[in-house]
């Protein structure tokens, strides 16, 4: 595929570039729930309310992305009873953290993991604004709270800054703030894989397949990126500097699922965005399709059927965590 037929650009041109699609998600997500898709009062504290209207195509693809992402989420705290940890790998911005403080649904510790710069944007933020850090301090207790310009360490919840490429440097990271490897482990990657070269991406899954006896991993990213609208996707974002050298494991629903079962994982379940659509409720669906209107219904369907949701599972425990489903 074309993606990876560009000329080489340095590693620091490549990398700003790939930290810039973390304000990309967070401008859409905060359009979105500006219009009405769903409810998320955190996000305004993390990104500015963008000043040109976005498409409504995008406001759906990304409710459909949210309400996957929870839904496969939810079903393993529930399985786990909450017993367990959450690894948000290219986290950025998300919210997440403070959405399971809201619905009594913390797991037992939350990890965030994202380049140094996103991550000190991050922290800034939560310092300055008490709507962000009273959450964070009142689920702690114990020994006092880390926090520095990289890096913040609460009982519950942890961010760490840290360059996914680097798998010793990560786990260091994170057993120093308490990563328990025997726990029940969900690990998410939202539109973070395709920015990783195949061996890094591999090298990152079969990590995870390796140190977690029991674990889910949810990766939610391109598909179908051979054809004519998946050539367009690539160049769009080649002309942004931003190149998705990953974009071979995005071929199709079968090699997202193989990277996983070549990688150390038991299953793995690979659905395009028009059928975790289609498993919406249908009157949520009802409620966001009239929020607006919708006139390129075409293109909708077109940008659903280039993301896919996968998720793959290790069970050693026999926790169940094979029956997890949308
Ligand atoms: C498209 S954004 C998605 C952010 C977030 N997952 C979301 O859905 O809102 C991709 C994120 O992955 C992070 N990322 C990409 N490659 C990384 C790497 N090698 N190490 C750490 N973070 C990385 C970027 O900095 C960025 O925040």
Redesign the pocket.
């Given at each position: 595929m074309a993606g990876t037929s560009r000329p080489p650009q340095t590693a620091d041109v490549f990398?700003e570039a790939?930290?810039g699609?973390?304000d990309?998600?967070?401008l859409c997500?905060r359009y979105a729930i500006s219009v009405g898709y769903w409810k998320d009062p955190y996000i305004e504290y993390f990104v500015r309310q963008p000043k040109e209207r976005k498409a409504p195509e995008i406001s759906r693809g990304y409710y459909a992305r949210v309400q996957g992402v929870s839904n496969l989420l939810e079903a393993f705290l529930k399985k786990t009873e909450c017993n367990c940890q959450i690894i948000?790998?290219?986290?950025?911005?998300?919210t997440l953290f403070w959405k399971l403080k809201d619905e009594n649904l913390l797991p037992r510790k939350y990890f965030e993991?994202?380049?140094p710069s996103?991550v000190a944007r991050k922290i800034h933020n939560i310092k300055a604004k008490p709507p962000l850090s009273k959450p964070i301090m009142e689920s702690h207790s114990g020994e006092s709270l880390l926090i520095d310009a990289h890096s913040l360490d609460s009982s519950r919840y942890a961010i760490i800054g840290?360059?996914?490429?680097d798998l010793p440097k990560l786990e260091e990271h994170l057993k120093k703030c308490n990563m328990d490897p025997h726990l029940p482990t969900v690990l998410v990657?939202?539109?973070?894989l395709i920015?990783?070269t195949q061996e890094?991406s591999a090298g990152l899954l079969k990590w995870a397949a390796g140190i977690f006896p029991s674990a889910m991993f949810i990766n939610?990213e391109q598909v179908n990126m051979a054809d004519r609208f998946g050539q367009i996707m690539i160049e769009n974002l080649q002309s942004r500097q931003c190149n998705l050298i990953g974009v071979e494991h995005c071929r199709s629903l079968e090699t997202q699922k193989d990277r996983f079962l070549q990688n150390g994982w038991e299953t793995a379940t690979a659905i395009d965005m028009v059928k975790v659509y289609a498993s919406l409720p249908p009157t949520d669906v009802k409620r966001i399709e009239a929020l607006e209107f919708l006139d390129e219904k075409e293109l909708l369907e077109q940008l659903m059927q280039h993301y896919c949701l996968c998720w793959a599972t290790k069970d050693s425990c026999n926790l169940g965590l094979t029956e997890i489903t949308l």
């Amino acid at each position: 595929m074309a993606g990876t037929s560009r000329p080489p650009q340095t590693a620091d041109v490549f990398d700003e570039a790939v930290r810039g699609t973390c304000d990309d998600a967070s401008l859409c997500k905060r359009y979105a729930i500006s219009v009405g898709y769903w409810k998320d009062p955190y996000i305004e504290y993390f990104v500015r309310q963008p000043k040109e209207r976005k498409a409504p195509e995008i406001s759906r693809g990304y409710y459909a992305r949210v309400q996957g992402v929870s839904n496969l989420l939810e079903a393993f705290l529930k399985k786990t009873e909450c017993n367990c940890q959450i690894i948000n790998l290219g986290a950025g911005m998300d919210t997440l953290f403070w959405k399971l403080k809201d619905e009594n649904l913390l797991p037992r510790k939350y990890f965030e993991v994202d380049f140094p710069s996103i991550v000190a944007r991050k922290i800034h933020n939560i310092k300055a604004k008490p709507p962000l850090s009273k959450p964070i301090m009142e689920s702690h207790s114990g020994e006092s709270l880390l926090i520095d310009a990289h890096s913040l360490d609460s009982s519950r919840y942890a961010i760490i800054g840290a360059d996914l490429r680097d798998l010793p440097k990560l786990e260091e990271h994170l057993k120093k703030c308490n990563m328990d490897p025997h726990l029940p482990t969900v690990l998410v990657a939202e539109c973070v894989l395709i920015y990783l070269t195949q061996e890094h991406s591999a090298g990152l899954l079969k990590w995870a397949a390796g140190i977690f006896p029991s674990a889910m991993f949810i990766n939610y990213e391109q598909v179908n990126m051979a054809d004519r609208f998946g050539q367009i996707m690539i160049e769009n974002l080649q002309s942004r500097q931003c190149n998705l050298i990953g974009v071979e494991h995005c071929r199709s629903l079968e090699t997202q699922k193989d990277r996983f079962l070549q990688n150390g994982w038991e299953t793995a379940t690979a659905i395009d965005m028009v059928k975790v659509y289609a498993s919406l409720p249908p009157t949520d669906v009802k409620r966001i399709e009239a929020l607006e209107f919708l006139d390129e219904k075409e293109l909708l369907e077109q940008l659903m059927q280039h993301y896919c949701l996968c998720w793959a599972t290790k069970d050693s425990c026999n926790l169940g965590l094979t029956e997890i489903t949308l």
